[in-house]
């Protein structure tokens, strides 16, 4: 007794529609939509780095040399000249900066009388800079704390000016790299 087999050719019809083809369409919106993601990489990149960094840190480079040139090596060769000491403790704990400067004259006595100012410099984000005049406490030492510190590298830059003249008598810079001491000895 002879079977009958359905035709086959339906089911294989009904594979070819389902079939995908690709065709220069869809290489077309594959091409703008790689390009897209590139140009939407690379400005987001570019608004970041500009944020974060903008680069200026003077309208004009060139009065900037010039005034250091005249001012700044005449104070460097004045302070010099004093031949004044600075010893400063630095300690970080809990985001809590902890400042204390000794100014000691060529003499090694201790130097009252100072107005004295210390700019905490972020190295990258310069609205991250933080600013303090440190208040006297005796016997040449200077003592100031600051909240909200984070810890990693830092530029400091210490200012000593006469108080009744106001003239800058000395400057340091120094670059830190702050640890926060009330993790010590914590392990992950």
């Not at 869809?26 to 903008?54: D, G, Y």
């Not at 480079?61 to 400063?88: C, I, K, P, T």
């Not at 440190?134 to 600051?146: C, F, H, N």
């Amino acid at each position: 007794m002879p079977v009958e087999l359905p035709e086959r050719a339906p089911i294989l019809a009904a594979r070819k529609a389902k079939e995908f083809r690709l065709t220069g369409w869809h290489v077309l919106a594959m091409l703008i939509a790689f390009f897209a993601v590139v140009a939407s990489v690379n400005v987001f990149m570019m608004t970041t780095a500009i944020r974060t960094m903008p680069g200026l840190d003077a309208r004009n480079g060139y009065d900037v040399s010039q005034n250091f040139n005249r001012q700044e090596l005449a104070a460097a060769q004045a302070q010099a000249r004093r031949g004044w000491q600075s010893d400063a403790r630095v300690s970080l704990a809990n985001r809590v900066l902890d400042l204390e400067i000794r100014f000691r004259d060529s003499m090694s006595k201790p130097l009252a009388g100072l107005a004295v100012t210390v700019v905490l410099q972020h190295p990258a984000q310069r609205g991250r800079d933080r600013a303090i005049t440190l208040s006297p406490r005796g016997d040449g030492y200077y003592t100031a704390k600051l909240d909200g510190i984070d810890a990693g590298g830092w530029g400091l830059v210490i200012e000593a000016h006469d108080l009744e003249s106001g003239e800058r008598l000395f400057l340091s810079r120094h670059r830190l790299a702050l640890k926060d001491e009330s993790i010590r000895g914590i392990t992950p």
